[in-house]
Structure formats: C-alpha cells, structure tokens
C-alpha cells in the first residue's frame, strides 16, 4: 500500500461511511463518534477546531393510547438502543456561505437532527458556532402543514423493521443485545418535556400534576441506569385522560411540573410516520447556483446566490432547502444567521435515503440546472433533475422542484452506502456517478446529457466490506475507494473502461519520522484535496494492538494524507512528456509528476475555481528539496504554454523578455496564479514584507541574488504591478458609474470605491499606461459626488492625529507629533491593498499569502478580466456590482481572512 506523508491523530473513532469531508477553503472535517474534528492539512499538528454534539430533547409530535404502545410499527422505537448521539453525515458548504465568505459545516446527527456551523472567526474559541437548526425548520414546516406531506403508509414499517434491525448501530460496532424490562404502566420509553398544538387534532390533559411527579419518581428508580431511545423521538403514552413524561437524560427523571400539555392524541402509525419525517440520514451541499439580476427581476438581490441543502432520511422523503448567500461579508461580525428557506418535500425512496450526490449540468449560464442522485438502504438509486426556473420561484405546499430522470438502480436489498457524482470539465454534457454497496461492490453509471441516456459501466468487486468511500480526481480519470475492509484502491476510468491501476508508493518527499501507529482496523471515508494531488483518509485504530496504557486512551483514529502526484490517470499523457530520472525515481513516475502538477495547475486558470493551491505548494516544495531542477524546469514549461501560449518548453531568457509584451493579454487570475507560485514556492525563505518592500523599485534586485531568484522577483514584481494599475483602473471606472446613482450610498451588496485620492497620488508617481492617466484626471470630477472622496489628500494618523503623505501604497510614515518645536515619534501604518487608505485600527482582512491587509474587498470585475481593458468604463459596467464581491486578495486571488492567533486553527489555501 502506499506510503503517508502525513498523519494526524483523533480522540474518538468514526462510525460511519463518508466521515470526512475537504472544503472549498482547504479545511478538513472528521465525525468521529459524539465530536467533530476540523483540521488544518498544512498543520496536522496544529490547532483544530471542535464541534461537540448535545443530547436534544425529541420533537413534541403527539401522544398516543398506552394499548397502541406495542404496535408493530413502534417497535423501532421500543428496541432502539443507542447511546449518546453520534455524528452520522458531514457536509461542507460551497464558498461564500458564511460571513467571513468562507464555507458553514452541516451535520447530522443520530438523533435526526440537522445543524449549520460556521468558524469563531471573531470569537476566539476552539469551537465552532451554531448558526442554524434546521431540524427546527423543518419540525415547523410540517407542524403547520398538520403533518400532511403524505405521511408513509402503515404497510411500510413493517418493511423498516425488517430491512434495519441492525441499522440503529454504528457501522462496524456490535452491541449485546439486552432484554429491557418493562414497567408495569407500560411505559419503557422516555417522553419529551416539549409541548406544543397542532390545529385541529384532538389533545389530552392530566388531571393532577402530583400524580405525574410521583409517578415519575417510580419509573426513575426502576429503570435507574437503563439505555435511552435515540434514533426515533420518544413516545408519549395516554393513560386515563393524562399521560407521563420521562427525562431522557441516562433514563433519569427531571422532576417538572406539567402544567399546560397541549399535544395532540395521535395512533401509533401517525407517530412512526411523524417520527420518521423528522428523522434525518444524510445531507449533502450542492454547488454554488447564480443567477443573472434580469432573470431575478421579482426576487431579493441576494437570492441570485445560493446553495441547495439536500436531507434524506428515514421516512424515504427528501427535504431540500435554499440558503443564500450573504449579501455583505465581514470579519467583526459572525452573528449574522444564513438566510434559508424549504424548496420542496418530495418522496425519493420507498426506505431509508442513506446517500445523495451533487452536480451541476453544463446548460446556459442565466438557467443553470441541477442533478441530484440518491440512494436507499433497498439498493435503489435514482436520478433526479431541478429547472432553475423552479428554483426561483416561491415553494408551494407540497410541490417540489426535482423531477424524477430515471431510477438507474432497482430495489435488490443491498443498501447504498455511498455516492460519488462529478461532470468532467473535458466532457461538460457527461455526468459520471460511482455507487458503493454494503456488499463491498460499487457500480459506475454515465449520464449523456444531450439524449438523457444512462449506461451502466460495470460492476466491480473492489472490497470485501462495505464500501465507506468514493471519490472522482482528476477530472474523473481517476476514482478512489476506501471500505471497512482497510484497504483504498485506485482506479483509472478510460475510454468507457475502468480499471484498478495502483496507488504511487514513491512520493516525493518525507516530512520526516510520523508517530502515528500503523495498526489500523477500518477505513470510514476518503477525501480529495482541491487540487487532486492528496487524497485523505480517516481510519480506526486496531485497540487490541496498541498499548492500553499510552495509545489505545487517547488514539482511536487517524487521518492519513498520501500523496497522489504520482498517480496513473491518463494512458496517453505520458508519452508527451520528457523527464530526467534522478536517484529512487524513475522516468515514468516523473513524467506523471510532471502531468499531474500542469493538469492541476491548469484547472485554476478558471477564475471560477476557488483558488486553494496548498496541496500544488506543498508537492513542488517537497520535491524541490531532492529534485530542484526538476521544480524549476517544470515551471518553466508552465509558463511557456500556458502564458505564452508555446508549443514547446522556451528559455528563461525569452519567457522573462516575452512576459512584459503579453502582460496586457494575461488574464488576472494568470497573474494571480504566477504571483502565489513566485512567493510560496522560489521565494519561500523570503519574509513578505521583504519582498513587498521590493516592489517599488520597478524589479531591481540585489547584484549577489542568484540568477533563478532574480528572474522569479522579476516576474513577480511585473504582475503585481499590472494588476495594481488594473485594480486603479476598475475604482476609477466604479466611481464613475455609482456617481450615476441617486443615492450616494451604497446600497446593501454593492461594492462601493474609496481611496480614489490616494490612487490619483500613485498614478502620478507610478509608470503606467497613458490611458490610466486620462481616467485619474477625471476621477476627481465623479469622485466628488461620492461620499468617500477625500478632498484632502493627506491623510491623518490614528494614534497622533500628525498628518500622513503618500509616499507607498504599501506602507506609510506620519510625520510624528510636534512638541516643543520637536517633531515626536513617527507611527509607521500600513496601507489598505485595495483602496491604498491608511488601514483602520478596526480588525482588517488578512492575505496569508502575501501578507497585506484591506480594510474592504476589491470588486468583483478585477478578478474576471480576461485582459488588460481598452476601455476600463466598459468592461466595469458590464460586471455584476450588484453581486457581493469575496474578501479576495487583488494580488494573489485567494480568500482574505482575520488574522488569528497561532493557537487557533486557520484556513490556509496557500
């Protein structure tokens, strides 16, 4: 098996398939038994971040008569025995959810329950922050609807009884089976504390509150120590026009008075059936959806940006709900709740939904479409399909916008334990879709767009358990599986042909001795890194192997990151390209280095592609260590097709004289791209502020620099100065078109410019094109009508109030309070990178790349331009001002964040 590179221990093990997830911001998630573990991949060591899961009082669904108490379709009720709530789903959100712009963690839980968390950004806490119960929402939703939303036929629970006897426990754990004595009132399952009345059902009421609390106390001391029902709420009895109430804390009893009961005298069948709709398997993200302001003329402006929230569960029914996006971010403000809002209840399943996969169809951008696919504990797999159009409008009463394409996979008994759906970027109009059975099978669809048709690929027998794991890299060339049996395999889908191709053993560099035991038992889930050059695993240890009194306490599990750089994806490929061997590696492994790092380095020239580079970075520097020629030549090749569009590998010489004459033709995320990899990977030991101080000086460097560094601190200082002069282009352009607006305040998601002084100061100093000059003679005459024009151009200082004069749009130097005649201590401040104003004591964003800070994002129409703009007015009015612009860095492109402290977990894209 392949070597790891790294690993990181957990405090508790994972339970069920699909346990780890990798976000958009390069953040990992783990559910690993009653907590949720948040990792750092570039830190594995490093702080992390925590999400303890409560015990939650049941929903107040009803109560009903003590002779129905042992009806069949309750009896998943009566023998449930589960202890403390477990985490059973993770799934992260695309980029933008939250309000720091970064990605909110869904989980679900083995309670039923649904929740949103985002990070403590502004919090200075280890642990993550609850924004959204949305099994509350979904409670009321049914509550008003009186529970109507075809609640499942009595026949079926039979079925549930049946099919998922052994289902309430964790995968991979076995529980004895104890007899539990019943008590004589017949009650043996505790009840909620809840109240609440649903409009037109009949109710019931005790008559002497004593009798409750006494009767309490009793069945407290006779089921002292007893297990608690868990995986479905709890059951209120009706007994002689009153019913009882039990703690469901350890089978202990709270002692409180009911005074007010209110619930609704239900059957057995209407309460498995309630209890069944609030009682959630599964939830999965969609990707990001927007929609062009013309075609959202009726709605809100923020619902043009949103993500679907699909949640399976035990009734077969799925709930889809839409949350949108923030209208504004910040990074002082994190009690900001996401907007959500139900889109449809539909039937999917005739049993439990145990999976649910994503992906988006290659339609016209202003009606984007969607694709759902599910599975069910019956082994059915179904293929659903939801119409933008049907999206935007207002949800109706049980109406859904997802309409059934076709079920691929017919009922056969084995459950689906996981689903893997991607559309390649080569083949936009193909979707391909891996299915893990409980069998250890997983089967591979296609799915032609144009005709709707569906071919089965095949069946294969790649574990001998089940199948905890499935993953699409490399632009679905390559597929991962991982199952309880603790092996991974790799995959490489060719052609319509998929075969097991094996996992690189060679990998480029050590980080050095891993204490981290390699006793593992089984493996629960897999995750590929953004740019598909990791995969990460989590896996239980063996606790009979390891010491129990130094490791099996405190390990259960580990995340494991192998390198996949070195991985077979294409047969083609290989034969292109021209690699020396150096010592332990041989030629064919260095030409698919060489393949995979261009590939993933390629896939970010898609500025809708959120730019996470940590695991390109982390490749090239471990291989740099042993092969440093090989880096540099690598780079150099990337250069000369992908910006100066070369057929073949050129010189330093001419890619360095070629680059300033295609600048003006670059698009931004290029340069974007070029500036991450000159200071993370060539100028790694270089501090930031070192090289941002160079930047003045118009790419001089020091005469004893070696030559690679030079031509590197070269290009860079040429980018940044591009997009620097672009950046004044787009707020010179910006202020000319809100000088329009009535109003001069920006309305709520607009983007709004500011510093234009500053900027018109650095234009007169700077060399740049004569067209920006003629802009910065106009911009005082729309600036004015701007309220964040500053007439004065020397600015203040924040801690003398001695003025400032623009000397660097990086830093700046007061001019000291005078005392005495004396001139006192000069504050030296840092500038904003986007609007080059004196940074505000405020907390400011935070690039971890290049290490500047903005006090206010840069626009939208900066990070989307394919050139250099003839017409800067043009090009601006065209983009979506509307549209809240992402705390990007103007110089590297990746998320700004707040600076935290070092004992604190962070996002690291870089």
């Known amino acids: 098996m392949a070597s790891r590179f790294q690993a990181s221990v957990l405090v508790a093990s994972p339970s069920y398939p699909n346990s780890i997830a990798w976000s958009d911001e390069n953040l990992i998630a783990v559910a690993c038994g009653r907590l949720v573990t948040i990792l750092n991949p570039a830190l594995p060591f490093g702080p992390r971040g925590l999400i303890k899961v409560p015990s939650i009082e049941p929903f107040p669904i009803g109560v009903i008569q003590k002779e129905e108490l042992l009806s069949s379709c309750l009896l998943p009720t009566c023998l449930s025995r589960d202890r403390d709530p477990y985490v059973r789903s993770v799934s992260w959100s695309p980029l933008g959810m939250a309000p720091n712009a970064g990605c909110l963690l869904a989980i679900c839980t083995t309670e039923g329950r649904v929740k949103i968390y985002r990070a403590p950004f502004c919090d200075y806490s280890a642990e993550w922050i609850a924004v959204m119960d949305v099994s509350d929402l979904l409670h009321d939703y049914l509550a008003i609807a009186n529970y109507q939303v075809s609640e499942i036929p009595s026949t079926e629970f039979s079925d549930f009884v049946t099919e998922h006897r052994h289902a309430n426990n964790p995968t991979g754990h076995k529980m004895e089976l104890k007899r539990k004595r019943l008590h004589t009132s017949g009650m043996m399952i505790p009840c909620s504390n809840k109240s609440s009345k649903t409009s037109g059902e009949k109710s019931s009421s005790p008559t002497n509150s004593n009798d409750i609390e006494s009767t309490s106390d009793t069945n407290a001391e006779q089921e002292q120590g007893s297990p608690r029902a868990q995986e479905f709420p709890p059951v209120n009895v009706n007994e002689d026009e009153s019913f009882q109430k039990v703690s469901r804390s350890h089978g202990r009893s709270t002692r409180k008075k009911i005074e007010s009961p209110t619930l609704p005298l239900i059957s057995a069948v209407q309460y498995a059936s309630r209890s069944a709709m609030l009682s959630s398997l599964v939830i999965a993200w969609s990707p990001l959806l927007q929609f062009p302001s013309e075609s ?135 979707q391909l879709l891996a299915v893990g059975k409980g069998s250890g099978y997983f089967e591979v669809w296609i799915h032609e767009q144009h005709n709707c048709n569906f071919e089965r690929i095949g069946s294969y027998e790649a574990h001998d358990h089940a199948v905890t794991g499935l993953a699409w890299a490399f632009d679905g060339c390559c597929l991962y599986s991982c199952s309880e049996d603790n092996f991974v395999r790799s995959w490489m889908f060719h052609g319509n042909t998929l075969f097991e191709v094996p996992i690189p053993s060679t990998i480029p560099s050590q980080r050095g001795l891993i204490d981290v035991p390699n006793v593992f038992h089984s493996c629960f889930g897999l995750a590929v890194s953004p740019g598909n050059l990791v995969i990460a695993m989590v896996r239980s240890f063996d606790s009979y192997v390891l010491n129990p009194m130094y490791q099996a306490r405190s390990q259960k599990a580990a995340v494991e990151f192998l390198w996949t750089v070195g991985q077979r994806s294409d047969i083609s490929s290989s034969e292109k390209l021209n690699c020396e061997a150096f010592s332990g590696v041989s030629k064919e492994e260095l030409a698919w280095w060489k393949s995979n790092i261009l590939w993933s380095l390629r896939q970010y020239e898609c500025f809708v592609k959120p730019l996470v580079m940590w695991d390109i970075i982390a490749a090239l520097l471990a291989i740099n260590q042993s092969a440093p020629h090989f880096v540099d030549d690598l780079l150099i090749e990337w250069l000369s097709t992908s910006f100066m569009e070369s057929c073949s590998k050129l010189s330093r010489e001419k890619v360095l004289a070629d680059f300033s004459r295609r600048l003006s033709k670059l698009t931004s995320r290029h340069l974007h791209l070029l500036n991450v990899i000159c200071r993370r990977v060539i100028l790694s030991e270089v501090k930031a502020d070192d090289i941002n101080s160079n930047e003045h000086d118009h790419g001089t460097t020091c005469e004893n620099q070696e030559e690679q560094v030079r031509f590197w601190m070269d290009l860079l200082s040429t980018s940044e100065r591009e997009l620097r002069e672009r950046l004044v282009g787009v707020n010179f352009a910006c202020s000319r078109l809100i000088s329009h607006v009535e109003a001069n305040k920006s309305p709520s998601g607009y983007w709004y410019p500011s510093g234009l002084a500053q900027m018109e100061q650095w234009v007169g100093r700077a060399q740049v ?128 964040q707040r600076h935290q402290p070092e004992f604190l977990l962070s996002t690291a894209p870089v």
């Not at 696919?373 to 109706?396: C, F, M």
């Not at 749009?809 to 005495?820: D, F, L, M, R, T």
């Open 296 to 430: 959202c003329s009726q709605v809100q402006n923020n619902a043009t940006c949103f993500s679907l929230l699909a949640i399976g569960g035990k009734s077969g029914k799925i709930s889809c709900w839409k949350v949108h996006a923030q209208e504004c971010y910040s990074i002082e403000h994190g009690n900001v709740s996401p907007d959500a809002m139900v889109v449809g209840i539909f039937q999917a399943h005739s049993s439990w939904v145990t999976a649910i996969g994503w992906a988006l169809l290659a339609t016209d951008s202003s009606h984007p479409q969607v694709l759902l696919s599910t599975g069910s504990s019956n082994g059915s797999v179904k293929i659903w399909l939801a119409h933008s159009s049907e999206l935007l409008k207002s949800p109706e009463f049980n109406s859904s916008p997802f309409i059934l394409l076709k079920e691929i996979i017919n009922p056969d008994s084995i459950p689906v334990s996981v689903l893997s759906l991607t559309t390649p970027v080569r083949s936009p109009h193909r």
């Open 769 to 896: 094109r004569d067209q920006l000059r003629l802009r910065a003679s106009q911009a005082h005459l729309y600036g004015k009508r701007l309220d964040s024009y500053d007439h004065v151009k020397e600015e203040k200082c924040p801690y003398c109030s001695a003025s400032v004069p623009f000397e660097s749009p990086e830093v700046a130097y007061c001019q000291g309070a005078n005392s005495n005649g004396n001139v006192g201590q000069r504050h030296k401040l840092v500038r904003c990178a986007v609007s080059m104003q004196i940074c505000p004591t405020t907390p400011l964003w935070f690039c971890i790349c290049c290490h500047r800070q903005a006090s206010k994002p840069a626009p939208e129409p900066l990070f989307t331009m394919v050139e250099y703009p003839e017409n800067f007015f043009a090009s601006s009015a065209g983009s979506s001002l509307r549209v809240a612009s992402k705390p990007l860095c103007p110089f590297c492109g990746i998320l700004l």
